[in-house]
């Protein structure tokens, strides 16, 4: 039985940046559909922008010689990307590496994909966005 490729397992950090910024925008649109007072209307938007960031620290650990198989390895633990991202020379602000922790420690990516009735706490869209931008920012 012939070995199937893994998914993006030969993507160029450029490629995947670019996966990243469609994310990134498809987050704006989504964001814009959220209602006040209705959290799970902005579960899509909380998917996409978290998903975003994730495929941003992809690129940037592609861009320093990471394997894709090691990467892979780490699944969605966002801390650990950050943590092996600053260790390849990305500066990110303390309170974005809190956040990125937060995000983990809560399960945000988790909750926001499959459980509307945990209520889980939930990053502040603000912050959320803070969040996406400066990783997006500071690795373009």
């Given at each position: 039985m012939?070995?199937?490729p893994y998914p993006g397992g030969s993507a160029r950090p450029d490629q995947?940046?670019?996966l990243a910024d469609e994310y990134r925008k498809a987050a704006a649109v989504l964001l814009k559909l959220g209602e006040?007072?209705?959290p799970l209307t902005?579960?899509?938007?909380?998917?996409?922008a978290i998903h975003a960031v994730e495929l941003y620290l992809n690129a940037f650990l592609l861009a320093r010689g990471i394997e894709a198989e090691k990467i892979r390895g780490l699944q969605?633990?966002?801390?650990?990307?950050?943590?092996?991202?600053?260790a390849g020379g990305l500066s990110l602000r303390k309170r974005t590496l809190e956040h990125i922790h937060s995000l983990s420690a809560t399960r945000e990516y988790l909750v926001s994909r499959y459980g509307p009735e945990l209520g889980a706490p939930m990053s502040q869209i603000n912050r959320l966005i803070a969040t996406l931008d400066e990783v997006a920012n500071k690795v373009t």
């Open positions: 012939a070995h199937e995947v940046r670019a006040r007072g209705k902005r579960a899509p938007f909380r998917l996409s969605h633990d966002l801390p650990a990307r950050a943590a092996l991202a600053s």
